[in-house]
């Protein structure tokens, strides 16, 4: 299930979210960016310590990063698929490097290939072997604990986002582990991704998701059909109310300003 809480700031999303991960038997994977969940005791995952290409991809895994790292295109998948069939390999080692290559190379302006391969190039960091560890390190420390903080002090938006993706992405193929995950801002998850191609890989549904957002205007108006609740909270910005209600058919009959802080009003 996929939940948006949407309010303006200081109106109790944050304590309701809290109170729902102590009251949770599941795991939890909190992504905590604004230090919101400082009070919240778990183990610790700082992002700058990981890295996506530390370990061999799959196809799937290609397509979770393009989501992640190109907003209108999916010509890094495209350029992996013809890798993959020409290697008829599972899973490849340097599949990124090679396909951003090719990319470089392209004669194919029409879609700028080439400009596409620069800009994942200024996007994806290079890894530090000695100093980095795959993300799959993070499931490991979900199986261990019952919660896990993920946070981050300097990534780039685009690689921090990518990273979210295939975090996710892990945790919807455990379908032994119950995981309640957590984001602080949906404007650091979702916003500027590629939000259809991302859930062609990932079944929305198997993932139990809470995020929170201050403005409507944020969310990408693609996650429509796969936003199960609204939690709607105190708002008194007119324009975004109104943009909630244009984009998503969501709070029309709902009086936003007058809500009580700390209460929310559901709609499914």
Known sequence: ???????????????????????????????????????????IADLESYHPLMEDLTLEEVKILNAGYLQSSRCLYRKAEDIFRETKEEKLPNIIQES??????????????PEYARQLVERIPK?????????????????????????????????????????????????????????????????????????????SKSLDIVISCNRPSNIPKTMKPIVDEWALF??????????????????KEVDFANIPVGKYEIHK
């Open 127 to 203: 890894k530090i072997i000695l100093k980095q560890k795959p993300l799959t390190h993070i499931i490991e420390l979900l199986e261990e604990n019952e919660v896990v903080i993920v946070k981050s002090k300097s990534i780039h938006s685009d690689h921090l986002r990518a990273m979210m993706y295939m975090l996710l992405y892990k945790v919807s193929q455990r379908k032994d582990l119950d995981v309640n995950i957590i984001a602080d801002e949906v404007s650091t998850l979702f916003f500027k991704g590629n939000i259809k191609l991302l859930f062609e890989v990932i079944d």
């Open 100 to 113: 951003i290559e090719r990319l470089s190379v392209s004669l194919d302006d029409k879609w700028g290939e």
């Open 234 to 251: 105190k708002n008194t910005d007119k324009s975004e109310v109104r943009y909630l209600s244009q984009h998503f058919d969501v709070g």
């Open 1 to 43: 299930m996929l939940r948006i809480q949407i309010g303006q700031p200081r109106v109790g999303k944050t304590k309701v979210v809290k109170k729902m991960i102590n009251e949770s038997k599941k795991r939890k994977l909190i992504f905590d960016f604004n230090n919101d969940f400082n009070d919240i005791k778990g183990v």
